[in-house]
């Protein structure tokens, strides 16, 4: 019985995607992007939720932690002037209730930095869609490492490495785990041009998130990021000690079946 329902509520969604998606300006965007996000936060709260398919949801990220622990339902509505927001609900077991808790991460990029280094709670999120999801122990807690894209804007793409913990119904973003020489960060950005596509992945085999090396394309236009493009060198992170490790020139491996995924992804978004 709950199957069906969430059949058909499923197909209530994908015609009210459908319906977002086919909005001409910012403001009808706005208000079928509202009936939806409403709908869907409905829906994800019905029993089996967690593990149905929602495969008709195809512009719309929903990929689960690999211990099974919360799930993400996360999408994009793009402006009229090529920028983006983002829209994401965490569904999440409560140990405690033995039910699923509904987080949201509402999009606040607007009062943050360019490049925020705080510790940010779910209240104030720098927008992002994510499409890897890699658990990692920090001490005896269970954190996660989240791999991600931001489309910046018509001349820029910004992709990101974070990190997720919960504490109750409380979703946090960040921790200094990013370690480049002396220098801790909390997250990682990466900014390159519009025109190009950056590899950024995880790579079980060899625990390191590997990713392209980002250059100018010429060294007058240092800083200048929308100049900058992958140079056919690759650098990782590397996981030792409970921190990420950078580690320059690594050999990389040909796979970006992630990469794809997320082009196909947002080819149809």
Same mark, same amino acid.
């Given at each position: 019985v709950w199957a069906q329902d969430l059949a058909q509520q499923e197909q209530e969604l994908a015609e009210l995607l459908s319906n977002m998606r086919a909005a001409k300006n910012n403001a009808e965007k706005q208000k079928?992007?509202?009936?939806?996000?409403?709908?869907?936060?409905?829906?994800?709260?019905?029993?089996?939720?967690? @593990?149905?398919?929602?495969?008709?949801?195809?512009?719309?990220g929903s990929i689960k932690s690999p211990d099974n622990i919360f799930r993400f339902f996360n999408w994009n509505v793009e402006q009229d002037d090529m920028t983006q927001k983002y829209y994401c609900y965490i569904l999440k077991f409560n140990d405690r209730?033995?039910?699923?808790?509904?987080?949201?991460?509402? @999009?606040?990029?607007?009062?943050?930095?360019?490049?925020?280094? @705080?510790?940010?709670?779910?209240?104030?999120?720098?927008?992002?869609?994510?499409?890897?999801i890699i658990p990692f122990k920090k001490g005896s807690k269970d954190v996660y490492t989240i791999l991600g894209w931001m489309g910046n804007n018509s001349s820029s793409t910004i992709k990101v490495i974070d990190v997720l913990s919960f504490s109750g119904k409380v979703a946090r973003l960040g921790s200094p785990v990013f370690k480049n020489g002396k220098?801790?960060?909390?997250?990682?950005?990466?900014?390159?041009?519009?025109?190009?596509?950056?590899?950024?992945?995880?790579?079980?085999?060899?625990?390191?998130?590997i990713f392209d090396h980002l250059s100018p394309e010429t060294p007058e236009l240092k800083g200048m990021y929308s100049m900058y493009l992958p140079d056919l060198s690759y650098d990782a992170y590397q996981f030792e000690n409970g921190k990420w490790v950078l580690k320059e020139d690594v050999i990389g491996v040909n796979n970006k079946e992630?990469? @794809?995924?997320?082009?196909?992804?947002?080819?149809?978004?």
């Open positions: 079928a992007n509202a009936v939806f996000k409403a709908k869907l936060e409905e829906t994800i709260q019905l029993k089996g939720a967690f @593990d149905y398919p929602f495969s008709q949801l195809k512009t719309v209730t033995e039910h699923y808790d509904v987080i949201e991460l509402k @999009d606040k990029s607007f009062m943050l930095p360019r490049r925020p280094q @705080d510790i940010l709670e779910s209240d104030m999120w720098y927008g992002a869609l994510y499409y890897k220098e801790l960060q909390k997250r990682v950005f990466f900014e390159f041009a519009e025109k190009t596509s950056m590899y950024l992945n995880y790579e079980e085999k060899y625990n390191r998130i992630a990469d @794809d995924l997320l082009k196909d992804y947002l080819e149809e978004s």
